[in-house]
């Protein structure tokens, strides 16, 4: 089995004892070897996703700031992939686009490089990274701040740099999305994702329904600077009438 797989399973484990198990107990639930099952725990925990303590293993309480790269990466995996194969038809030939450093946006790296003269700018080394071996692409990655927990470029010259390029798409996802709008856990990746909506012709926004159950604090855009969002499946009825009347395309 994917390690990336089998930590997700662990990941599940965790949350339905809330947050909490023995590592005897995950290894049974798992099907896996406790030496397998350490391995996979060093990694979550170097990744700031789990917290391992005399036999037991918990989760790493989350909060409306950003989260570490390692549990996004992982988590919601089937909902990730499920929606960047919804967003393929939109990525075309030619195309300048901004992708932000999410882990959703990720999910489109072996997309894109099936696309020819595609021109991507990106604040996520992630992002640069799935795409340094494609050679029918562009990529700009910005200069700035890295941020080590997420692996993003952010800051006043990342925005900045945005601001040289007119893209015809931004792409990007979000901490957490409710009545109000749509909002990050940072406030520094908030604003390098402001520059690219303001610098795009049109914004895509990437966005799962357990988002709707998440906090953010630092509100990155109204709904009606959305022009596409796509995402795995609804959201509850006040906020599906809301996106419905503000958004011009729901995928």
Known sequence: MDSNVR????????????????????????YASRSTVRRDLIA???????????G??????????????????????????????????????????????????CQLAPMLKLRQNITVITNGINIANELSNAQNLKCFLCPGVLKHKSLSVVGEFASNFIKNFNAELAIMSCKAINTKGVFEGDDSQGLVKKSMIENANKTVLLCDNTKEEAVGFFKLSDFNDIDTLISNGKFSEELNNILANNIKRII
């Open 7 to 30: 930590k997700q399973q662990i990941l599940e484990v965790l949350n339905k004892c809330n947050g909490i198990s023995t590592i005897d107990s995950i290894c049974k639930r798992v």
């Open 44 to 54: 979550l925990e170097e990744e700031g996703t789990v917290k391992r303590s005399h």
């Open 56 to 105: 037991y293993v918990s989760v790493i309480v989350k909060s409306a700031n950003e989260s570490p790269i390692g549990m996004r990466r992982i988590e919601n995996l089937d909902k990730k992939q499920l929606i960047a194969g919804k967003t393929a038809p939109l990525l075309k030939d030619d195309m300048v686009i901004f992708l932000d450093s999410s882990s959703t946006v």
